[in-house]
T-cell receptor, first 112, second 112 residues
């Protein structure tokens, strides 16, 4: 049972490049989330999904897009990467209204 | 004012010491509260939920003070393995539904 798996684990991009981060969960959870974590700040919600085919904006959605075509996968896209998007990205999932959120082990993204 | 505030620390304590962290929140309508633990370069993991009556899990005790809008975490008989960052999480009403806010964390170093 893998739980929440994020790929890739590390990536270095140049400004303006695009990429997609993949989050996969095998717990049949309805809710999935993408966060970013920066030094001195709490986890900030980028986008989230409450079910297959649905997405919603979180606290810091600008510059990111998401898709939830399959229940088990939640993709985070950066269309044109900027240095301000250098961060650690965490995906999480949970079973509806139940807690806790289960986190993936993060993606470290550097934009040069 | 941040919606959830924590003393960033670091707290440096010897093994065997008792240490306590507080976390304040601004939304009086907040409904559920949690402590997460995050090890260096790892994902956050749920440590414990915080119940209104207070709750204990081994060496860890969590309490909620709704009147003063804070939660606390007490660690007794600190171990080296307790060294980590402790994140306060507050869940409550927000735009379009529930909102989950993570504190920036309190760093704890337990020394031999």
């Amino acid at each position: 049972n893998a739980g929440v798996t994020q790929t890739p684990k590390f990536r270095v991009l140049k400004t303006g490049q695009s990429m997609t981060l993949l989050c996969a969960q095998d717990m049949n959870h309805e809710y999935m989330y993408w966060y970013r974590q920066d030094p001195g700040m709490g986890l900030r919600l980028i986008h989230y999904s409450v079910g297959e085919g649905t997405t919603a904006k979180g606290e810091v959605p600008d510059g990111y897009n998401v898709s939830r075509l399959k229940k088990q996968n939640f993709l985070l896209g950066l269309e044109s990467a900027a240095p301000s998007q250098t961060s650690v990205y965490f995906c999480a999932s949970k079973d509806g209204a139940q807690w806790p959120q289960h986190f993936g082990d993060g993606t470290r993204l550097s934009i040069l | 004012r941040k919606e959830v505030e924590q003393d960033p620390g670091p707290f440096n304590v010897p093994e065997g010491a008792t240490v306590a962290f507080n976390c304040t929140y601004s939304n009086s309508a907040s409904q559920s509260f949690f402590w997460y633990r995050q090890d260096c370069r790892k994902e956050p993991k749920l440590l414990m939920s915080v119940y209104s009556s207070g709750n204990e899990d081994g060496r860890f005790t969590a309490q909620l003070n709704r009147a003063s809008q804070y939660i606390s975490l007490l660690i007794r008989d600190s171990k080296l393995s307790d060294s980590a960052t402790y994140l306060c999480v507050v869940n409550g009403p927000g735009t379009g539904g529930f909102k989950t806010i993570f504190g920036a964390g309190t760093r704890l170093f337990v020394k031999a």
